[in-house]
């Protein structure tokens, strides 16, 4: 039962104490990156996604 109790307060050291957050300015700007990130990406799954639909479209035509 010790280690878990010494495992615990060494958590909450590292956690309170070590760890460096980072401020409300830094966390908005990475927020920012990811959400132009991720639209990005969904538009070039949409692109990619459109142009398969066509061209299947265009070989089930054929037959």
Known sequence: MSKIRTYIEESADELF???SWPTWSELQSSALVVMVAAVIISLLIFAM???FSTMM???????
């Open 17 to 19: 104490n070590k760890v």
């Open 57 to 63: 479209e265009f070989i089930y035509q054929m037959f």
């Open 49 to 51: 996604d459109s142009t």
